[in-house]
């Protein structure tokens, strides 16, 4: 191997690695979720859609970016609200599967309710971030990668301190290690869960600003929790951390499978390829690389 | 003590002698009387996907396991039978089989994961065939005999001299595979098959102790699953929609699958055949009530997402206020109407 094809394998690998952050960005609202509550929120994908949606709409109607930004975020904690009351709360102690499927129910609600009150077509987003590489030792790196995987870290950093230094961040932790504990010393569940559902909405936000600069902001969007799960899967459904690596191992290893692995099978695998990465590495872990092992007790 | 009529039992429970009506009615009365839209737009793919609600229903409700890849099994059954039919020119009969033959091998492989992942994990994973199959069958013209985006036009049906391309054919072979599918599967699950499927389900090592072979059951399960739904494919594929394209067999038709089975009532047979009415009739239903109401001045999109919205509401409700379908609900009202009618 030349030199410049070294070079563009970096670049390639880079590049899959800066993509894996955003979708690890995506993963992290799951694990939020599942965290404390035990529920797979496949509506994940369609709370990123409302949220970017009602941000852009927000801004085309000439409200200011963080007059937008603070709006956006109120209707997320809404939706937080009112998914607790109408959802979780009446199905509470029924089993992890039913929760699941009552979320891809409400992901066909959120889905249909977000273009219903803002429209189907595509909106444009531009956050003012440039989207020109800039040069580093032979490798072009985009500027806008580079910016959104800041501002994951940055993300990242503010939800671990969360969970370190507040009251509200304690009782998450508190509900996540034992709910029946954390009943009982009188932490009320309810408003613990609507809290969950609503950092979620906010994660959804920041993840639906930075896909929807890149993408346009449209029905797709919601398509972006396929791109999530088999980062979920390969992290562990319930770490923050794992949710990080397997997004850079996803990301790297489907854009690396892309360009070499691609032109032999006709192209278009990164549809597949990530399950089948998360796949392979399941068949040895079955819990994910980070994830709590299943223990069966009866 | 002279024996009444009543005291004796029924040689035939009345649940059989319904069912018998039913059957009847559909055979013979509905080709005659059903206008040309209910056949075309209502009872053909209703069949289509009771058929594969029942499939998933073997899976998810009797043996535990939550696939959300059901419409890849479907296009791998349509075309499967599109390519024997094509390349060898089997009877139809050896082609429907080889096609639900090809969707369980299919099934097989990626029901393995199922041995050592559980739960949300294997759910997850089954997308992996959703994804993977819809690649392969675009990407690899083989599949469509190289028709441009993978459209596959379906055969003409015939059989031992009889032709089932009319309407009223089509609908008659595919209501005579549904009856006998659903007979077998009916026989299967009350029969100790069905018991092993269960055990696995609620319990999977209480039923390794009590000498089920777990592994074995898991995958068989899967198999015979993917055949079914394979088999529903086919008639979605040839009777339902005549011509076809990988991309109609995409994850929302998986998740409308697996709505089927929750709505209608997991672990139920009849549970399928509800679902897939309510699927089918409801769009139908809320395109006629939108027109009748607001006159078609409501843009035909905007319906499409109250659809959503309304279809998404259902699924929640259900879960929330009647986690056994449908079905629990039909059962309650015979039982009511019973006990109005005082036969205690």
Do not use: C
Not at chain 1, 5 to 33: P, Q
Not at chain 2, 63 to 83: E, I, K, P, R, T
Not at chain 2, 308 to 336: K, Q
């Amino acid at each position: 191997m030349d030199w410049y094809a070294f070079l563009f394998a970096v670049e390639v690998a880079v590049g899959g690695l800066l993509s894996g952050v955003m979708y690890a960005l995506v993963a992290i609202g799951f694990v939020l979720i599942y965290k404390t509550s035990g529920v797979l929120n496949f509506a994940q994908g369609s709370m990123v859609l409302f949220a970017a949606l009602t941000f852009v709409s927000l801004v085309e109607h000439g409200v200011p970016f963080a007059g937008a930004l603070l709006l956006t975020l109120a209707a997320m904690t809404a939706l937080g609200f009112a998914i607790e009351r109408t959802v979780l709360r009446p199905l509470a102690n029924r089993s992890p599967m039913t929760l699941f499927m009552a979320t891809l129910g409400l992901a066909y609600v959120i889905e249909g309710a977000a273009q219903l009150i803002w429209g189907t077509q595509v909106h444009r987003l531009d956050l003012g971030i440039s989207n020109a590489p800039f040069e580093v030792g032979g490798i072009f790196i985009s500027t806008f990668d580079l910016v959104a995987a800041g501002i994951a870290a940055a993300m990242v950093a503010i939800l671990t301190a969360f969970f370190r230094f507040t009251r509200t961040g304690l009782s998450f932790r508190a509900v996540a290690d034992d709910t029946f504990a954390a009943m009982a010393v009188g932490l009320r569940l309810n408003r613990i869960q609507a809290a969950v559902w609503t950092a979620a909405g906010a994660v959804a936000l920041v993840a639906g600003l930075l896909w929807g600069a890149r993408l346009g902001v449209q029905f797709s969007l919601s398509l972006i929790v396929l791109k999530a799960l088999p980062v979920l899967v390969l992290g562990g459904f319930d770490s923050i951390l794992g949710a990080i690596v397997a997004g850079l191992i996803i990301g790297a290893s489907e854009k690396l499978a892309e360009v070499y692995l691609g032109p032999f099978v006709g192209g278009g695998i990164e549809g597949w390829f990530a399950y089948a990465v998360a796949l392979v590495v399941l068949l040895v872990r079955p819990s994910g690389l980070f994830g709590k092992k299943l223990v069966e007790r009866f | 003590m002279s024996v009444t009529a009543a005291t004796i039992r029924p040689v035939i429970p009345a649940q059989t002698i319904a069912i018998l009506i039913l059957l009847a009615l559909a055979f013979i009365a509905v080709p005659h009387l059903a206008s040309p839209y209910v056949i075309e737009a209502i009872l053909l793919p209703f069949l289509a996907l009771s058929l594969a609600g029942l499939g998933l229903n073997l899976l998810t409700g009797y043996a535990g396991q939550v696939s959300l890849g059901s419409a890849a099994f479907m296009a791998v059954g349509a075309f499967a039978a599109y390519n024997f039919n094509l390349r060898l020119g089997l009877p139809l009969p050896v082609t429907l089989v080889l096609a639900a033959t090809t969707a369980a091998a299919v099934g097989l492989v990626f029901g393995l994961p199922s041995l050592r992942l559980r739960g949300f994990y294997l759910a997850v994973s089954t997308l992996a065939a959703q994804f993977f199959v819809q690649w392969a069958l675009t990407k690899f013209g083989w599949f469509s005999n190289n028709s441009p985006s993978g459209v596959i036009a379906a055969p003409s049906l015939a059989f031992a001299g009889l032709s089932f391309d009319t309407r009223e054919g089509r609908y008659l072979l595919s209501l005579s595979i549904v009856t006998l599918v659903t007979f077998l599967v009916h026989r299967l699950v009350n029969g100790p098959e069905g018991v092993n499927l269960i055990a696995v389900r609620d319990n999977e090592t209480s039923a390794r102790v009590i000498g089920i072979p777990v592994l074995r059951t898991k995958l068989w399960a899967f198999a015979l699953s993917s055949a079914i739904i394979g088999l529903a494919g086919v008639l979605w594929a040839f009777t339902y929609l005549r011509t076809v394209e990988p991309a109609g067999f995409n994850l929302d038709r998986s998740f409308q699958i697996l709505f089927i089975a929750i709505i209608g009532g997991l672990a139920t047979i009849r549970g399928a055949f509800l679902g897939a009415a309510l699927i089918v009739v409801f769009p139908l239903l809320l395109a006629r009530l939108s027109g009748f109401f607001f006159d078609g001045s409501i843009d035909a999109g905007v319906v499409k997402l109250v659809e959503r919205i309304v279809l998404g509401t259902v699924i929640i409700a259900f879960l929330i206020a009647e986690p056994n379908g449908l079905s629990a609900m039909l059962d309650r009202a015979t039982r009511r109407l019973r006990s109005l009618f005082g036969r205690s």
